[in-house]
């Protein structure tokens, strides 16, 4: 009698479709651009993933976490992926596929030849700090969204710009809903798509610290911006900021979360935190900041070193409350890049302006760094930061390392 053929067999790398809120991380992270995305999913190739892992830590939400079973030659094509609104179920092997595989590893999802990369190092650490608290993620998924009510909107940009940003106010009622200041939550639109489909969930930072927006209460704030013009300047309507800028006082919304396990803040008395920021990106900011002023009082905290980045100051969400800060509660720097009478400035040409106090902060093994805010402020702010530790002969190399290992340098841009 004839012996049954061999089959490989390999662990499918997939992401839950339910469950990811297309925030794009996976695509940034991957170091072999084995993940790619339409309209409806994020999906992996598996002619390409090499189940490096490289995605799996900074996933959010957990999404990224899925495997399957399968014979090579009857994997998941990309095609299939991006038409799923579900996770396919395990499906029993042939017989001749013979055990299954233990571990994600190169052996059983063999690179072609042509994918192998060297992978580039993320930005930031994709671990927390060592004292910070224990997240919870996920509590609210797509299938099981927590209904939330708007108990405050309004502007907290100047009316008479164009950057229309919102401060919102959800109140959970009786309902937990456990967060960390550097966590996000995700909304869910109502209505379709194009194709037809629910509107994905869009994700927001919270702007309030874990005790609530009110000290006490259970409700979370966000920082929104109205999107009328997409990143290239041509005019367009976002689904979800529009929706969020619209809300009504008493106006209800399908939210789910909390996200995000990395991006927290130390919990350690007197650690420093240097926050650098434009726009929204003063969410997270915000929430660290108030969690540090609500315990002003304990004398425990260590220092604040805020730069702040926007095109007037009229286009700077919170700025009157943040100017009323006390100076020797945190020190502010505000750049503007289009502020009438004044030569541009960028949060990277404060950072380099700074630099002593940046490095007196930076030697000290209490401090982190979180930078949020556009995507294109990454690479300047590395720059920056290169720039001021290596004029004092430091390694940025080696520092940065350190950085990313001991969960202080942060990243979250969009
Ligand atoms: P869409 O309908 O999705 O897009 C409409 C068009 O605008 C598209 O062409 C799209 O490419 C473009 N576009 C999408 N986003 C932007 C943008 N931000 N600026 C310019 N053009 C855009 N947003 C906030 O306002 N506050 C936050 O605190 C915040 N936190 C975030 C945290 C994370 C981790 C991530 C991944 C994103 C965050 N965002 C935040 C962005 C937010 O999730 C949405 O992408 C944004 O509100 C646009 O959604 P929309 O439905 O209005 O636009």
């Avoid at 992270?29 to 390409?48: E, G």
């Avoid at 299939?80 to 999802?109: C, H, I, M, S, V």
């Avoid at 650490?125 to 004292?131: D, G, K, M, T």
């Avoid at 990313?404 to 969009?414: I, P, S």
Wanted: glycine residues 8%; hydrophobic residues 35%; proline residues 8%.
């Amino acid at each position: 009698m004839n012996a049954a053929l061999p089959v490989e067999v390999l662990k499918q790398h997939l992401i839950d479709p339910e469950i990811c809120i297309r925030c794009n991380t996976c695509e940034e992270t991957c170091p072999i651009d084995a993940i790619t995305h339409d309209s409806n999913n994020y999906v992996v190739d598996p002619d390409i993933c090499n189940g490096c892992m490289a995605c799996v830590p900074p996933c959010p939400t957990g999404s990224i976490d899925n495997w399957r079973l399968v014979v090579r030659t009857e994997a998941y094509s990309l095609q299939d992926q991006l038409g799923w609104d579900e996770l396919p179920r395990e499906q029993p092997l042939p017989e001749a596929a013979g055990a299954a595989p233990a571990e994600a590893d190169a052996t059983l999802a063999p690179a072609p030849a042509a994918a192998v990369a060297i992978p580039s190092a993320a930005p930031g650490a994709s671990v927390p700090p060592w004292s910070a608290a224990h997240p919870y993620v996920n509590l609210y998924t797509h299938k099981t969204p927590v209904t939330a009510t708007v108990v405050g909107n309004y502007r907290v940009t100047g009316a008479d710009t164009d950057s229309d940003i919102h401060h919102i106010v959800l109140d959970f009622g009786e309902l937990p809903f456990p967060v960390l200041e550097g966590q996000s939550i995700g909304i869910l639109p109502p209505g379709a798509d194009a194709q037809g489909r629910p509107h994905h969930a869009r994700q927001y930072s919270l702007a309030s610290p874990r005790d609530g927006e009110r000290a006490g209460y259970n409700n979370l704030s966000l920082t929104v911006k109205r999107v009328t013009e997409d990143h290239q300047g041509q005019s367009a309507h976002g689904v979800c900021s529009n929706y969020l800028c619209d809300l009504a006082k008493n106006d209800t919304v399908q939210v789910i979360g909390p996200f995000g396990h990395t991006f927290l803040m130390p919990n350690h008395p007197r650690a420093n935190l240097i926050m650098i920021c434009t726009g929204t990106g003063s969410a997270p900011m915000r929430a660290m900041t108030e969690r540090y002023r609500r315990r002003i009082e304990t004398g425990e905290n260590g220092r604040l070193l805020l730069f702040f980045g926007a095109r007037t100051e009229r286009e700077l969400p919170y700025f009157g409350p943040l100017m009323k800060l006390p100076r020797d509660f945190i020190d502010i720097n505000l750049a503007l890049s289009r502020e009438a009478g004044q030569p541009k400035r960028y949060v990277q040409d404060l950072i380099r302006e700074r630099a002593a106090a940046v490095r007196e902060l930076l030697a000290d093994r209490n401090t982190c760094i979180y930078v949020c805010g556009l995507k294109g402020m990454e690479v300047g702010v590395l720059d920056a930061l290169r720039e001021v530790t290596m004029q004092a002969g430091q390694d940025w190399t080696i520092l940065h390392d350190v950085l990313r290992r001991e969960g202080r340098l942060h990243f979250e841009t969009y």
